[in-house]
């Protein structure tokens, strides 16, 4: 049941984003990493977008399906150290993910510590995964990877 899910959520998001929504201002790539709670109470979703060396929060009020195109601002926000760091998890993006037809990892928000989110568009392309929050449950060709865009998130959180 659960790579049902799985496969339905990839399957509606590709759909949903065959309009371009994610990618609204045309550049040739970008990368969103996040981080979702399924069962909290507030703000509950926390995405963040590197589009043309700028880094964008979301929108998302309250709680984000992967379904839906996530929404950001249109002012970028003044963090260099994020927006360097963010860089950096952009030049090192993994082969493993790419490489790979698999779309989730671990059990994401299983136990509700959250899942981790990651959209890449590369020369048109938008690929989506869903990690594990807690590291270890991933591959271990990922889990360092998925260790910095995870304690990068927690700072731009906080």
């Known amino acids: ?9 990839s399957v509606l998001f590709f759909a949903a984003c065959a309009d371009g929504d994610l990618n609204e201002s045309g550049s040739d790539d970008f990368l969103i990493i996040g981080l979702t709670f399924g069962e909290c109470g507030g ?8 589009e ?3 880094l964008y929060a979301d929108m998302e009020a309250t709680w984000w399906n992967p379904s839906d195109n996530p ?3 249109s002012s970028s926000l003044d963090e260099a150290d994020a927006l360097e760091e963010m860089e950096g998890l952009r030049a090192t993006f993994l082969d493993y993910l790419l490489d790979t037809e698999e779309t989730s990892f671990g059990c994401p928000d299983c136990g509700d ?3 981790l989110h990651v959209f890449m568009q590369v020369d048109g392309e938008v690929r989506y ?4 929050n807690a590291i270890e449950s991933n591959p271990e060709e990922i889990q360092i990877w998925a260790k910095r865009m995870q ?8």
Not at 1 to 9: A, D, H, N, R
Not at 151 to 158: C, P
């Open 1 to 9: 049941m659960f790579k049902f899910l799985t496969v339905l959520t």
């Open 43 to 50: 703000d509950c979703a926390h995405l963040y977008k590197l």
């Open 52 to 54: 043309a060396g700028e």
């Open 71 to 73: 929404s950001f601002n």
């Open 113 to 115: 510590w959250g899942a």
């Open 129 to 132: 995964w869903t990690l594990d």
């Open 151 to 158: 304690m990068l998130l927690y700072d731009l959180i906080k």
